[in-house]
Nanobody, 126 residues
Framework: QVHVVESGGGSVRPGGSLILACEVSGLKLNSYAIGWFRQASGKEREGVSCISYDYGGTYYLDSAKGRFTITRDNAKSTVYLHMTSLKPEDTAVYYC???????????????????WGQGTQVTVSP
């Protein structure tokens, strides 16, 4: 059974940085893509970033380009989201998901993103 655990959230001021981590168990992460999503209060969940199994493809929400970087450490079965220049509109609960059984990233609205963790809260405020 696939299990994902997100961590690293917190409260920061605008312009600050955070690194989120997503640890995956129950499968060999080096064979799969993995994505980050977020859901702000009162809004629908949206895709933020995704990385393919072989580092060959990374994808970002337009508003995250140039500020967020997704990386993976297959040896640790962990994917990271490095977030810089954070803005209040980045405030949300951040989730990761494995789009089983895909190696490469599908569109963010694909229903193969079905394995969800409990999320980690990111709050950006003055």
């Amino acid at each position: 059974q696939v299990h994902v655990v997100e961590s690293g959230g917190g409260s920061v001021r605008p312009g600050g940085s955070l690194i989120l981590a997503c640890e995956v168990s129950g499968l060999k992460l080096n064979s799969y893509a993995i994505g980050w999503f977020r859901q702000a209060s009162g809004k629908e969940r949206e895709g933020v970033s995704c990385i393919s199994y072989d580092y060959g493809g990374t994808y970002y929400l337009d508003s995250a380009k140039g500020r967020f970087t997704i990386t993976r450490d297959n040896a640790k079965s962990t994917v990271y989201l490095h977030m810089t220049s954070l803005k209040p509109e980045d405030t949300a609960v951040y989730y990761c998901s494995v789009p089983l059984p895909l190696e490469r990233c599908p569109p963010f609205d694909s229903d193969v993103f079905a394995q969800w963790g409990q999320g980690t809260q990111v709050t950006v405020s003055p």
